[in-house]
């Protein structure tokens, strides 16, 4: 199969031919028909993740057609069309039998754990409990910008800070994941604010659904912008970025008893942020992380796609070969433009 692959941290990622996967016993191959890129990707490749381990095929937001299974596979067969989450769990252990897969001790994450979708092909384990059937509705390309970015900030807004209409929620960073909880959140009957340092972005927030925007080079206090437009603090938050600033805002905009969501990635010099712990304890602030979204839960997401309520595909920026995505993976972290790329051409 022709693939990106890196043998060494930093390093410029290299096109290969390298050998077919094979599915294990509960596990299948797919051939990936789109791959998304994601700051997480990015991530990996600067060396932040210590689940990578050298040499390796990056790529974890996916969708594809079952070329092969293994023999313990039920629910799914060849020519099968499916998506899954980043984070798969192994469907045996406690927190997967609470369905709670997204937290599995022994999670499998393909771009991660094991070799990625920036490629022709991807084994996927514990089929039967991580793969998720696409309706015919719902092409390649917008499934697999369902699978990192968009479930995870749907697992954000609507179950863990469980946003109810009329509350405001305030996202941090309008990227993939903030320009998603944005559009989720408008959809649930909440008020979204848009956060950014982008007037571009900004002006892109407000086509999916934000109320009010806020660029955070142009105000003194973030915060205090926020309570001003919400006539008292965010009931829910979103750092959809990943930075201290962004997160340290996040907190420090929401009113007493506010719900902050942390969803982007908190790594290398960023990992242990500055908290305002006494306004947490002060105001009685809950802070919650989200990592993924559970196989089972796609459910409720496709039916409000499939509804009109949600439009993901607006998200999509460029549509690239898998040669363009090696430049592109390389400046994630410069995160010019609207929308996310994913990789359609192999």
Known sequence: MKAMYYEAFEAT?????????????????????????????????????PDIQLPHVPGHELAGK??????GVVRFKVGDRVTVPFVSGCGHCAECHS???????????????????????????YADTNLVHLPET????TAASLGCRFATSFRAVADQAKTRPGEWIAVH????????????????????????????KLAFARECGAVATINAAGVADVAEAVREITKGGAHVSIDALGHPVT?????KN????????????????????????GQVIGHELEIYGSHGMQA?????????????????????GRRISLEEAVPALMTLDKAEGTGISVITRF
Not at 66 to 71: H, L, P, S
Not at 254 to 263: E, F, M, N, Y
Request: proline share 6%.
């Open 173 to 200: 960073g309008c990227g993939g994941v903030g320009l998603s909880a944005i559009m989720i959140a408008s959809a649930l009957g909440a008020n979204a604010i848009a956060i950014d340092i982008s007037d571009e």
């Open 247 to 251: 997160c340290f805002n996040s907190i």
């Open 13 to 49: 990622p290299e096109i290969r031919t390298l050998p077919d996967p094979t599915p294990g016993e509960d596990g299948v191959v797919i051939a990936v028909g789109a791959s998304g890129l994601c700051r997480s990707d990015w991530h990996g490749w600067m060396g932040h993740d």
């Open 138 to 141: 719902v092409d390649d390309a």
């Open 66 to 71: 079952v070329v092969a299974t293994g023999r």
């Open 296 to 316: 089972w839960r796609y459910d409720a997401m496709l039916d409000m796609l499939a509804a009109g309520k949600i439009a993901p595909q607006k998200l999509i």
């Open 254 to 277: 929401l009113r007493r008893r506010g719900r902050h969501v942390q969803v982007g990635l908190m790594l290398g010099e960023h990992a242990t942020p500055q908290i305002p712990m």
């Open 99 to 125: 369905g709670n897969q997204q937290v599995c001790p022994s999670q499998f994450q393909p771009g991660f754990t094991h070799w990625g979708s920036f490629a022709e092909y991807v084994a996927i384990d």
